[in-house]
């Protein structure tokens, strides 16, 4: 790791990936609902409520991704392995997905264009089982 400068590649590609969909969440004019925040080696895209439904404005990007050969969940998690040639190739890929999130969203249509069931939030609170207890 130290040989190579990994944690210095990582920062570099990741802030290339993360710089470049704020340029063109700009660009499409959606910066307002969607960003992408973090580590530059380990960021994440998010998607506020103003739009729509943030899950089902995530699932879309998800569906939208994977039909371009892009494996996405949210985040970008680099690795040392990841070119500049994969950058580029992500960032070609959220160019399309993001200018079809601003048209669905335009149209209200979001939920209407997911082939399947939107994703849903992986934790919960249910109870009070974890909460710090009252001190009296």
């Not at 704020?22 to 506020?48: M, P």
């Not at 729509?52 to 985040?75: A, T």
Request: glycine share 6%; aromatic share 10%.
């Amino acid at each position: 790791m130290k040989e190579k400068n990994v944690a210095a590649y990582l920062a570099e590609k990741g802030k290339k990936l993360k710089d470049g969909y704020n340029t063109l969440a700009a660009e499409s004019g959606i910066a307002h609902y969607t960003r992408c925040s973090g580590y530059d080696c380990r960021s994440l895209v998010s998607f506020d409520a103003t739009a729509g439904n943030p899950l089902e404005l995530k699932s879309f990007v998800q569906q939208e991704m994977f039909k371009r050969g892009v494996l996405w969940s949210g985040f970008h998690n680099m690795s040392f392995s990841h070119t500049d040639i994969d950058v580029d190739y992500t960032l070609a890929a959220y160019r399309e997905v993001l200018g079809l999130l601003k048209e669905a969203v335009s149209r209200q249509e979001v939920a209407s264009l997911l082939r399947g069931a939107p994703i849903e939030p992986v934790f919960r609170k249910v109870s009070n089982f974890n909460t710090k207890p009252v001190s009296k």
